[in-house]
Nanobody, 123 residues
Framework: QVQLVESGGGLVQAGDSLRLSCAVSGRTFSTKALGWFRQAPGTDREFVAAISWSGGRKAAADSMKGRFTISRDNARNTVYLQMNSLSPEDTAVYYC????????????????WGQGTQVTVSS
């Protein structure tokens, strides 16, 4: 089992920045990538960004490139999502996930999920 614990969500104003963290622990020997997804009320969970276990490969949703950046700290086993220029449309629960397949935008490629952290952006 892989455990993922997100933190860093909260209420911010439009234009603000926020950094989410995801602490990874457990049996990670088969984990090949970590990703961030988000889900707003009444919508499907959508891909935000992903990074390989080594940190050498990254991917991001086209609509978030330039504003959202994924990174990881290998020593701390933590993956981050830096979010800049936030807008009310970014309001959602943000989930961290682990994949045994690799860097991917497909939700079903991710085996383990955190509980999520709420991000609310006011106008």
């Amino acid at each position: 089992q892989v455990q993922l614990v997100e933190s860093g969500g909260g209420l911010v104003q439009a234009g603000d920045s926020l950094r989410l963290s995801c602490a990874v622990s457990g049996r990670t020997f088969s984990t090949k990538a970590l990703g961030w997804f988000r889900q707003a009320p009444g919508t499907d969970r959508e891909f935000v960004a992903a990074i390989s276990w080594s940190g050498g490969r990254k991917a991001a949703a086209d609509s978030m490139k330039g504003r959202f950046t994924i990174s990881r700290d290998n020593a701390r086993n933590t993956v981050y999502l830096q979010m800049n220029s936030l807008s009310p449309e970014d309001t959602a629960v943000y989930y961290c996930a682990a994949s045994d397949v690799g860097v991917a935008s497909v939700r079903t490629f991710y085996n383990y999920w955190g509980q999520g952290t709420q991000v609310t952006v006011s106008s």
